[in-house]
């Protein structure tokens, strides 16, 4: 009864790996490694799905990847508090200048779209990025939409193929997670192997 969806959904999958940009993923890699190497840190914000993400991208970047990772959605007392008395749109924006990011720092966006000012969509991702061009600090993403703001400041961005308009939610989220899992396995660039591989002879 669900074998026809099952299909097409991995045989969506499979199109969409082969046609991941391998070379914006080489780019962050290479970014990425710079700036651990400058011991600049990296700053993952995401709404939603990507939230859920970022949270999970800090524990391997920093664990697998020996990198000073954070994320604002981490403390929820105080994004709330800021959507509260300053407004959802800048609730990253203000938690980035409460950290003092600087030219040496990176941050690294999980979102569908990338976020669009003038349509009012993801604007506290658009807000912390316009703030990250100021200082100077990179900027990295892995978004759905090639035509959202994420990809059109970053420095690196995977944009996920859309094989079907009906799953481009599904797929971008799920080819994040993908994405960041690979840099952070990434025998040239891990600092130390996760624990299963750990106990490979």
């Not at 524990?59 to 509260?84: G, Q």
């Not at 959802?88 to 040496?104: E, V």
Request: charge should be neutral; hydrophobic fraction near 40%; aromatic fraction near 8%.
């Amino acid at each position: 009864m669900y074998k026809d969806y099952i299909h097409s959904y991995l045989d969506e999958t499979r199109r969409i790996a082969e046609q991941l940009d391998r070379e914006q993923i080489n780019k962050m890699i290479t970014l990425l490694k710079e700036m651990r190497d400058q011991k600049g840190r990296l700053f993952i914000i995401g709404v939603g799905g990507g939230a859920g993400h970022a949270s999970h991208a800090v524990n391997d970047f920093r664990k697998l990847a020996s990198i000073e990772a954070y994320t604002p959605v981490d403390n929820v007392s105080e994004m709330t508090a800021r959507t509260n008395d300053d407004g959802f749109h800048t609730i990253f924006s203000n938690w980035l200048l409460g950290s003092n990011l600087c030219a040496k720092d990176a941050i690294l966006v999980f979102s569908v779209g990338g976020g669009d000012s003038e349509k009012n969509i993801s604007a506290n991702i658009v807000e912390s990025l316009k703030l990250a061009k100021e200082v100077g600090a990179k900027i990295l993403g892995v978004v759905g939409r090639s035509g959202g703001y994420t990809a059109q400041v970053a420095d690196a961005c995977v944009i996920v193929p859309v094989v079907n308009p009906e799953n481009v939610t599904s797929h971008t989220e799920g080819f994040q997670a993908v994405v960041w899992h690979l840099i952070v396995s990434h025998p040239k660039f891990q600092s130390q192997k996760g624990k299963w591989e750990s106990l490979t002879k």
